[in-house]
């Protein structure tokens, strides 16, 4: 289905529901949202809350969304399985999460190096990747949709300073994704931790380093309280995607427009959420950098293991999984064409701005 704007699609949802429709549209009905995030988080927990109103207030309460953020209902990292399975009829996470059931789920949120926010919600859209999508989630019960990116991330926050690629050795560190595989690879021992847990862990020294999202959630957890190094960019998350995902069978039976509503919707929010996590990003770095942190890059030396480490990871992802295998190569190939692309004008760009202001 073609994209349509929020506000046809809640006229043609105003119209539809006058005339003689399913039994769904007739009446109220209820439906459960369940998030990774806590409510409230910036951004991530913010954003499916919105969708929950806005699909309420769209359908006149014919679909009355109730949002429940990570842990409320369900375990954070169990928004999938709550939806396939039938308690819930909505979630909205980051598609890796789903990773250990559904491997191809990776290349959703984001591979080493891969593409960026904006390259990944175009390959999803024009690229053929929510065909794709779509095939591998057909087995679960489910359909998904982008719910837009919290962008490129940092790399982490370290207690001490990294010098070279041998402070790194031994270390202990929160990481998501296969940035845990990267790091092991560089001499790093990783642990997957859910939001709630990361500022006690590094806090508590069950970890040495973490790395979360970026400047704006990273500043909602406190981390540059307990770990004041701040290092950028993280290798694994270029542009880290997030969905918004229904029960098949529950999507099948909306009418037309309320599909249209849904979709639309989704979207919206998608590209606010984006948008938020640009500006918002960069306004709390600035704050981080008055309030004595100094954000900074990786050494060369550990750039270089990174980089090799993270190519390594990625090529050999697909494994024996069937889907990632199918997806892998439309993937990699438009890596590759965004990179070439990125590299002339938005990379020279981004370089040529920091000279002109001198930064």
């Known amino acids: 289905m073609k994209r349509r704007t929020l506000l046809a699609g809640a006229a043609l949802g105003a119209g539809a529901m006058t005339l003689g429709a399913p039994a769904i549209a007739q009446g109220k009905r209820v439906l459960k949202l369940v998030g990774t995030f806590p409510r409230g988080f910036p951004g991530l927990g913010q954003a499916p809350e919105k969708i929950a109103k806005l699909m309420t207030d769209a359908t006149d309460g014919t679909l009355t ?11 954070p990292y169990a928004v999938n399985d709550a939806v396939s399975s ?5 979630g909205h996470s980051a598609p890796y999460f789903a990773a250990g ?12 190096y891969g593409l960026s926010a904006s390259e ?13 999508w779509d095939e591998t989630y057909a ?7 982008w719910a837009g990116s919290s962008m490129a991330q940092a790399g982490g926050w370290f207690k001490r300073p990294i010098e070279s690629l041998d402070d790194m050795q031994g270390l202990k560190m929160r990481i998501a994704g296969l940035g845990g595989e990267i790091m092991q690879k560089v001499g790093v021992s990783s642990v997957n931790l859910p939001p709630s847990e990361i500022f006690p862990a ?10 979360f999202v970026g400047p704006w959630n990273d500043v909602a957890l406190g981390l540059a309280k307990v770990a004041p190094y701040y290092y950028m960019p993280a290798p694994h998350e270029t542009g880290a995607g997030l969905e918004t995902i229904f029960r098949m069978d529950v999507w099948e039976e909306f009418t037309p427009a ?22 918002n990003n960069a306004v709390a770095l600035e704050q981080l950098m008055a309030d004595g942190v100094t954000p900074t890059v990786f050494p060369d030396d550990v750039v270089d293991a990174l980089g090799k480490a993270s190519v390594e990871v990625l090529e050999a992802y697909p494994g024996d999984d069937e889907m990632s295998q199918k997806i892998h190569g439309p993937y990699v190939e438009f890596i590759k064409q965004a990179t070439q692309c990125g590299k002339l004008l938005e990379g020279q760009m981004y370089s040529d701005r920091a000279r002109a202001w001198g930064i």
Do not use: C, H
């Open 202 to 211: 590094l806090q508590s020294g069950v970890v040495d380093a973490a790395e």
């Open 65 to 75: 969304v109730e949002y429940f953020g990570g842990g409320e209902l369900v375990p």
């Open 139 to 145: 087995p679960f019960n489910l359909k998904p949709f």
């Open 101 to 112: 059931k559904i491997p191809a789920t990776m290349y959703y949120t984001n591979m080493p």
């Open 86 to 90: 039938g308690a819930a009829e909505m």
């Open 120 to 132: 990944l919600g175009g390959w999803i859209r024009y690229g053929g990747g929510q065909e794709l």
């Open 258 to 279: 309320q599909k249209v509503i849904a979709e639309s919707i989704v979207s919206a929010v998608a590209d606010e959420t984006t948008t938020a996590f640009a500006y």
